[in-house]
Structures are given as C-alpha cells and as structure tokens.
T-cell receptor, first 113, second 116 residues
Framework: DQQVKQNSPSLSVQEGRISILNCDYTNSMFDYFLWYKKYPAEGPTFLIS?????DKNEDGRFTVFLNKSAKHLSLHIVPSQPGDSAVYFC????????????FGTGTSLTVIP | DTGVSQDPRHKITKRGQNVTFRCDPI?????LYWYRQTLGQGPEFLTY????????KSRLLSDRFSAERPKGSFSTLEIQRTEQGDSAMYLC??????????????FGPGTRLTVT
C-alpha cells in the first residue's frame, strides 16, 4: 500500500527553467514532509522539509509547497541547473513520532544544458 | 563531521548464507534507521533505534532479520538464510532527536546485497 506517490518517474527541463516535482500522499495523519535528492551510488541527501503548519518553505533555489486539503506537495527548483540532475524522493510522516517516514518511488530529473 | 558510513559497500552471497552489515551514524545522533531499497522504489522503512533501544520494526522485517545497536553507537543488521528476494540496497540513516524541525535523516551510501 503506497502511502506516498510520485506519479512522474522522470522529468526533463532546460537549464535555467523551473523544475516542478510533484508528490501525493494518502494518510491524513502525515504532518511532516521532506524532499531528498539522490545521485547514483550515493545515499539520499536531505534537501528541504515542511511542517503542516506551513504551506510553503523556501531555501535558496528550492521551494516546497504543501496543499493539505489536496494531500499534495510539490518541489520547485528555480533556476534549474545541470547539477540538479538526480532522483528526487519525497517522504512523509508524523512529526510527533519522527520515526517512520514513507518514501515515494522517486522522480528522475534531467536538466539539459 | 564524517557523515554516516556503512560497511561493506557491496556484498555478494549465496542463497542460504548469513550476512551482516554495519552502520556508523553521525556521532551526536541518537536515532538510527535501517531502510531497504529495491530497483525503481523508494527506501522502505525496516526498523529504527533511539539510542540502544529498538523502538519499531516494520512487518517487512521477517524473523530472518535482526538488528542491534549496542551502547547506542554503531548498528548491525543481520540477515540469516538469505534468499534471492533479499537482494537490495540496504540504507542506514541517522538523525538527532528533539526539538521541532529536526526530523531530517542523514543517509549513508548503502550496502548493496546480491544473493545468487
């Protein structure tokens, strides 16, 4: 039972344009969300997170938007750079436990120079 | 900060053999997690420790799997009587526990297990 879904397995974007990666979740108890980036042969690297008390969190070129009513979050990367090419995973869980996070299947982003 | 390390990076074993993996977390992190990742999937939670206490185990963790974290430092994950379905990347992560906003987990590079 996939509680976190990333329906786009891949995405290609021109350098300098915006990349938008989407994630949907089914469990209304989830109140903390994270995005990770993964390069080949490496473990996932934390990118940005958001708590359900917010609907937006920004860190440099990365912004995460949360729509609780739609159970949807998205990661915006502006401007996209070739070094952003990686697999992006979203993860969701409950903040008061902070233990088990459920990951999506990932979206492979390719930024074309 | 040396990050999370895992050993070995790769392991090839024959079906039926036992294997053990080690994870060294970031030293000040008191939470340690084990995940399994198969091709085309995201990491799947297996178990986690807070200090030396194993607080949660996934139903994915069959009785052939056991994890320990003696003294709340490094952790080991053992798989007994390996099966071909155990072939996967085993990821370890650690995180500090405490105040709001510190739930991000720091992952190691993983141990890739191939069962032949």
């Amino acid at each position: 039972d996939q509680q976190v879904k990333q329906n786009s397995p891949s995405l290609s974007v021109q350098e300098g344009r915006i990349s938008i990666l989407n994630c949907d979740y089914t469990n209304s108890m989830f109140d903390y969300f994270l995005w990770y980036k993964k390069y080949p042969a490496e473990g996932p690297t934390f990118l940005i997170s958001i708590s359900s008390i917010k609907d937006k969190n920004e860190d440099g070129r990365f912004t995460v938007f949360l729509n609780k009513s739609a159970k949807h979050l998205s990661l915006h990367i502006v401007p996209s750079q070739p070094g952003d090419s990686a697999v992006y995973f979203c993860a969701a869980g409950q903040e008061n436990t902070g233990n088990q996070f459920y990951f999506g299947t990932g979206t492979s982003l390719t930024v074309i120079p | 900060d040396t990050g999370v390390s895992q050993d070995p990076r790769h392991k090839i074993t024959k079906r039926g053999q036992n294997v053990t993996f080690r994870c060294d977390p970031i030293s000040e992190h008191n939470r340690l997690y084990w995940y399994r990742q198969t091709l085309g999937q995201g990491p799947e939670f297996l178990t986690y420790f807070q200090n030396e206490a194993q607080l949660e185990k996934s139903r994915l963790l069959s009785d052939r799997f056991s994890a320990e974290r003696p003294k709340g430092s490094f952790s080991t994950l053992e798989i007994q009587r390996t099966e071909q379905g155990d072939s996967a990347m085993y990821l370890c992560a650690s995180s500090p526990f405490g105040h709001r906003g510190t739930y991000e987990q720091y992952f190691g590079p993983g141990t890739r297990l191939t069962v032949t």
